[in-house]
């Protein structure tokens, strides 16, 4: 096979399906409601509820499949406060090789949101108030070590037994 027709592996819509079903399967086998939402609404990929139906979240899901950091982009990005009743959160996804399990991290939006507003006006400053190379982008990374505390933390999400 030639170089020009040789595959590289999952593309990247690939990649991002597998995280939202990998997803989807960890919430049902923790006793939720859980499916991937095909519908035209942005930044939702999964909606899940408890048993009884009494509570609904709505989950964006970032996969990445190797490396640190997870693209995302600071439009939406805002200084928040934590929300007691927050039902919209990010699900960080990291499939890691064909051999492994994926990895998780639950993130209430709320959160997410701040910290993305904060970490990327921190790299503003550190670079006179303009971001390096192209000031007109808006891709922010988000690497794996700032959502530590965050690490398998289904629980936050409510709706399980």
């Not at 979240?57 to 805002?78: E, F």
């Not at 991290?105 to 503003?124: C, F, G, Q, R, S």
């Amino acid at each position: 096979m030639s170089a020009k027709y040789k595959s590289r592996g999952a593309s990247n819509q690939q990649v991002g399906r597998a995280g939202e079903y990998f997803v989807v399967a960890e919430l049902n086998k923790r006793g939720a409601f859980a499916v991937p939402f095909a519908g035209n609404m942005p930044k939702i990929d999964i909606i899940a509820c408890n048993s009884d139906e009494s509570r609904t979240v709505y989950i964006q899901v970032k996969t990445k499949r190797g490396g640190k950091t997870w693209h995302s982009s600071i439009v939406g990005s805002q200084p928040m406060y934590p929300k007691a009743d927050e039902n919209n959160f990010w699900v960080f996804v990291d499939l890691g090789d064909t051999n492994t399990y994926p990895h998780y991290w639950i993130v209430p939006e709320w959160w997410i949101k701040d910290n993305i507003y904060k970490t990327h006006h921190a790299y503003l400053n550190k670079h006179g108030g303009i971001r390096p190379g192209n000031p007109d982008s808006t891709h922010h990374s988000i690497d794996e070590s700032r959502l530590e505390q965050w690490k398998d933390r289904w629980d936050i999400l409510g709706i399980f037994g």
